[in-house]
C-alpha cells in the first residue's frame, strides 16, 4: 500500500503566498516522477509541476516564474512554492507519483487526495 498525504493549502490573497507539501509513505522501492496537477471547477486536471529523481523540473507556462517544485529523494516529499498567487490558481492540487512499490515489477501511478488552495481577496 502507498499513501500521499498533502498539506499546506488554504485561503490566500492574490498575490500572496503558499507552499504544498506531499509525503509519501508505505513499500516504495523506488520513485521516479513526482509532481503536482491541479483541477478547477468544470475543467480538466493539469498538470502544474513535476519533478524527476535526478532534479528536471518542467512547469505548466501559466505557472512558470511563479512556482517552484522541489523534491527530498531520500523523505520522498515534494514541495510547491507558489508565490504570486492568482484568482486563476484557485482548484484543487493533487500530489502525484510514478513509483515501484513492493517489488520491480510493479510500478504505477499514485495519487493524493487533494488540497484545495483558493485565491480571493
Known amino acids: 500500500q502507498v499513501q500521499l ?3 499546506g493549502g488554504g485561503l490566500v490573497q492574490p498575490g500572496g503566498s503558499l507552499r504544498l507539501s506531499c509525503a509519501a509513505s508505505g513499500s516504495i522501492l523506488s520513485v521516479n516522477v513526482m ?14 509541476a513535476v519533478i524527476s529523481s ?3 523540473t518542467n512547469y505548466a507556462e501559466s505557472v512558470k516564474g511563479r512556482f ?3 523534491r527530498d529523494n531520500a523523505k520522498n516529499t515534494v514541495h510547491l512554492q507558489m508565490n504570486s498567487l492568482k484568482p486563476q490558481d484557485t482548484a484543487v492540487y493533487y500530489c502525484e507519483m510514478k513509483a515501484f512499490i513492493g517489488t520491480w515489477s510493479n510500478g504505477g501511478e499514485y495519487w493524493g487526495q487533494g488540497t484545495q488552495v483558493t485565491v480571493s481577496s
Open 35 to 48: 509532481g503536482w496537477y491541479r483541477q478547477a471547477p468544470g475543467k480538466q486536471r493539469e498538470l502544474v
Open 5 to 7: 498525504v498533502e498539506s
Open 54 to 56: 535526478g532534479g528536471r
Open 68 to 70: 517552484t517544485i522541489s
